[in-house]
């Protein structure tokens, strides 16, 4: 059992930068890979970023490569999300989810990912 608490989503400016955190707890490992999901209003659910348990493998999205970054925190229990040059269509509900058994990839398939955060609104403002 995991649970997951996303952090600071909010209102931003096209072009500006936010970073958003996951706080895991409970029965948490570092060898669980972690991923970011997002949902846009009347869209479905896609896969934005994800690194592997141990940190050596990362997957960007196509649209968030260059912009986006990944990373972890395993003596924290946090995985953050640094998003840069942020566009009007990055704005969605963002989920941080975590994949047991993850340690070795980077996994963007959500059908991967056992436990899932309640999602932080992200609105980008034109």
């Known amino acids: 059992q995991v649970q997951l608490v996303e952090s600071g989503g909010g209102l931003v400016q096209a072009g500006g930068a936010r970073r958003l955190s996951c706080a895991a707890s409970?029965?948490?490992?570092?060898?669980?890979?972690m991923g970011w999901f997002r949902q846009a209003p009347r869209k479905e659910r896609e896969s934005i970023a994800a690194?592997?348990?141990?940190?050596?493998?990362?997957y960007y999205a196509d649209f968030v490569k260059g912009r986006f970054t990944i990373s972890r925190d395993n003596a924290a229990n946090m995985v953050y999300l640094q998003m840069n040059s942020l566009k009007p269509e990055d704005t969605a509900v963002y989920y941080c989810a975590a994949a047991v058994g993850g340690n070795w990839y980077a996994q963007s398939d959500p059908r991967l990912y056992d436990y899932w955060g309640q999602g932080t609104l992200v609105t980008v403002s034109s």
């Open positions: 409970g029965r948490t490992s570092s060898t669980y890979g």
């Open positions: 690194i592997s348990g141990n940190g050596h493998n990362t």
